[in-house]
């Protein structure tokens, strides 16, 4: 059985007349790359505050590499990194400076050549003499990222690290998530409302709802069999209709815009129409699977008799 890395039982934060967290019961393994995935207000941030020791929990406990946190907060805390919400800087500094100042406050290696081994790291090497003001805002999270790792830590928080990037950003964020697990061997949790970063960043993942933990499991399969809204971009649509108008396929819910097609269906079952149009003369340029995650909520927390 893998180690657990991070561990809540009955977890609570309560609130004058609401539990933000209630009852949560959550376990993340050694070398996940766990999706904590909610709607906003679902009690994700609250969450991790607690996890970070920003805030005391209602009741419930933590256990965190196998400690109890409420009477080991900074020996965990030595071996956490973590992005809360935007990371902050000294903006008129540059980008070492900044590590700088981290890794001295937190007496940890803060050697030239340990700083530019981060910044490499996250992509920022040729940057590192720059001054943070003239930096984009994914250049900022990847900056972040990098304060988070300055003292090699063994599990790295993420609160929502891809919010207000565009999408090179986002893309930039999901490659460093992807390296930090599969080449440094770190275990991320990773908190989102967007199901697609999860589904392509995550191993396992917990749907939050209303402060509770609804369900939970391997990405694949809670994701895999759901129903998907594919968008098929074809060179022939009259020729395209003629085939899907004859074929299994005619049953499923199904639109058409000019030269895409948009239709409901399983994972596993997109080869196949995609098959079927290739082989009748029809070419595909693009397929695009998407998930609604207001649907795909729905489903499950209605499935859960929370709503």
Known sequence: MPELIIETNQLVKAYDDRNAVNGLDLQVYKGDVFGFLGPNGAG???TIRMLLGLIKPTSGSIKIFGKEFASNRIAILRDIGAIVEKPDFYLYLSAIKNL???ARLSETDSSNKRLMEVLELVGLGDRAKS??????????QRLGLA????HDPELIILDEPTTGLDPKGI???RDLINLLSKEQGKTIFHSSHLLHEVEMTCNRMMIMYQGKGVTSGTVEELL???DLKVTFEVSD?????????TSAFAKFTHTWSTNKLVIHMENNEIALLNQLLVSN???VSSIVPLRSLEEYFLEITTQSGII
């Open 147 to 150: 304060q988070a790792l300055i």
């Open 44 to 46: 994700k941030s609250t």
């Open 171 to 173: 893309v930039e964020i």
């Open 237 to 245: 649509a009259d020729k395209a209709k003629q085939v899907l108008a």
């Open 100 to 102: 700088e100042l981290l």
């Open 224 to 226: 895999s069999l759901r």
């Open 131 to 140: 001054k943070v003001k003239t930096f984009s805002h994914g250049m900022k």
């Open 281 to 283: 003369g029809i070419s």
